[in-house]
């Protein structure tokens, strides 16, 4: 095979792992020309909006890359890292939106008492009835 024919064989997720890992460049522009659909496509599935989606790609992108070039992160499949990466920073786009409410602010009743849906705040949530009606 000349070097024209195999110029034009575009290289595999490992070598351009490897190419960004020694500092080359145009690695991942290529890396992201082969899996962005996939990342955005996922993202879209779990954070609603394109805008979000298009965010939480980015953002996995990016923590991905910058893993790579400190020499960590995947050598050889980097569409499943990235995907795990898609869906951690999903979660923590959404855990932004939700504030937690502290332990000592909840006001959950005694389990020894019986639950009462119409006197209960959170308490009213399945999750919580359940976890309540439970034996100590």
Do not use: C, K, W
């Amino acid at each position: 095979m000349d070097e024209s024919s195999s110029a034009s064989v575009p290289a595999s997720d490992a070598e351009l792992l490897n190419t960004i890992r020694s500092g080359g460049t145009g690695a991942p522009a290529l890396l992201r020309g082969r899996h962005a659909a996939a990342a955005r496509g996922l993202a879209g599935q779990l954070v609603s909006g394109q805008a979000a989606a298009d965010d939480v790609a980015a953002s996995a992108f990016a923590q991905v890359l910058d893993a790579v070039r400190r020499g960590g992160g995947p050598t050889d499949a980097f569409r499943p890292y990235l995907l795990t990466a898609v869906r951690r920073a999903a979660r923590d786009s959404r855990g932004s939106d939700h504030a937690e409410i502290p332990a000592d602010e909840q006001q959950i009743s005694d389990p020894g008492q019986p639950f009462d849906p119409a006197a209960a705040g959170r308490e009213a949530e399945p999750l919580v009835a359940a976890f309540l009606s439970l034996p100590e």
